[in-house]
């Protein structure tokens, strides 16, 4: 009997279970059998990228879509022409966003096939927003209306009236901040990619903005965002807005019932930043041809809707975002929007460390802002702006 290699990421406790279960009847239906390894999204990278220096390990793996730029320069992976995978392989198959993470722009062929997506949208108490008089459906057209949402819901002594995840989700401030610096027809990176652009005017006024949300926070509020702690204030009913993905959506532990009954789900003003994950085909693959059949396999409309759940994300496939499971609940509707009609980061050698060093500033002027509270949000910003902006610059250099 054919064997091969597949490793993914423990997203939920439910993954492995969810996989094996597809995995045996891809099993019953061709023949091959996959052994089934998880890895923790925490120390992945480096092991994959060890079974690529090693040009040994699983056939087909899970990447981050951010990772996948850094796998082609190191030229450890297979393309993935149509002829193999059939309709998975079809750009018009995806939304555009998780298609643009799987070849760099003079590529013919696809390095990879999206195969989870995650959307970062907005979080909300609908009775806290009643209370303030805030109309629901003009709250979040725009950044400016998300600050006078906010300024209302700080007028009725909410705590946080907006959170932003410093404690509970590191890239999460990078991620819901491109909300912003797109509405500016801004870019992060110059188009040849060598120089970061945050420090232009109208950027830098973009990431003032959207750490100002900050400013309506109440000390007990601030206190409570500083706090080491795995749990959001969202969670807690201290904040009244709050930016995530569907895992926000996937508590730990028990929540207030004014929480539950009030939750309610908006897009950020687009085109918001799409996330999720990939599938790749390694070099070192001994079996290709049970390989792109699996990839076809878990790649179909049918499978994504079974594995998407299980791994606390979305499929990427625009005829699975059709089905009833994605149009009809209130949550996965606005997610799926966001999907079709939001965007990434364009694809990037570097990223991984680009992206790093951008977490670490956007964590720290969120750290200051709250624990300084009389120190003007511009001069913060446009201090760590300017330290970020030599560090980034250093690394695109390379």
């Known amino acids: 009997m054919e064997e091969i290699e597949l490793s993914v990421m423990m997203h939920t406790a439910e993954t492995a279970q969810t996989l094996q279960a597809m995995l045996d009847e891809f099993k019953l239906q061709t023949g091959i059998k996959v ?23 699983p056939d087909v793996s899970e990447v981050g879509s951010t990772w996948v730029p850094d796998l082609i320069s190191m030229d450890v992976l297979s393309t993935l022409p149509a002829y193999e995978i059939g309709e998975a392989g079809n750009a018009s198959e995806y939304a555009q966003a998780c298609w643009s993470t799987v070849q760099m722009p003079e590529d013919n062929l696809p390095w990879a096939l999206p195969w989870h997506a995650e959307a970062y949208v907005i979080h909300y108490r609908k009775d806290l927003l009643a209370k303030a008089g805030v109309d629901e459906a003009k709250a979040f057209r725009t950044h400016a209306d998300i600050e006078a949402t906010a300024a209302s819901l700080a007028k009725i002594g909410v705590p946080a009236p907006v959170e932003l995840t410093l404690q509970t989700d590191r890239y999460g401030n990078l991620h819901a901040l491109a909300s912003w610096i797109w509405a500016k027809n801004g870019e ?4 040849d990619s060598k120089r970061l652009m945050l420090g232009q005017p109208a950027l830098l006024q973009a990431i003032k903005s959207y750490f100002g949300l900050l400013k309506h926070a109440s000390a007990e509020g601030r206190e409570a965002m500083l706090a080491k702690t795995d749990t959001p204030l969202f969670h807690r009913g201290m904040s009244a807005m709050t930016f995530g993905t569907i895992r926000m959506a996937m508590p730990e532990g028990d929540i207030p019932d004014e929480v539950n009954k009030n939750w309610g789900w908006a897009s950020l003003p687009q085109p918001c930043f799409i996330g999720g994950s990939n599938l790749v085909l390694w070099k070192h693959s001994r079996n290709k041809r049970a390989a792109f059949r699996l990839l076809s396999f878990l790649s179909e409309p049918a499978m994504l809707q079974r594995s998407s759940p299980a791994m606390a994300t979305l499929p990427p496939r625009l005829s699975a975002l059709r089905s009833e499971q994605y149009t009809q609940d209130p949550m996965l509707k606005v997610m799926g929007e966001a999907i079709r009609n939001g965007r990434t980061y364009p694809p990037l050698r570097l990223w991984g460390l680009v992206e790093d060093k951008l977490v670490a500033a956007l964590l720290s002027i969120g750290a200051q802002v709250l624990s300084n509270p009389l120190e003007a949000v511009d001069e913060i910003v446009e201090r760590e702006i300017e330290t970020v902006t030599h560090r980034v610059e250093m690394i695109l250099s390379q």
């Open 35 to 57: 052994n089934l390894t998880c890895l923790d999204w925490v120390t992945a990278r480096a092991e994959l990228n060890k079974a690529a220096l090693y040009h040994h390990g």
């Open 188 to 191: 992060f990176l110059s188009k």
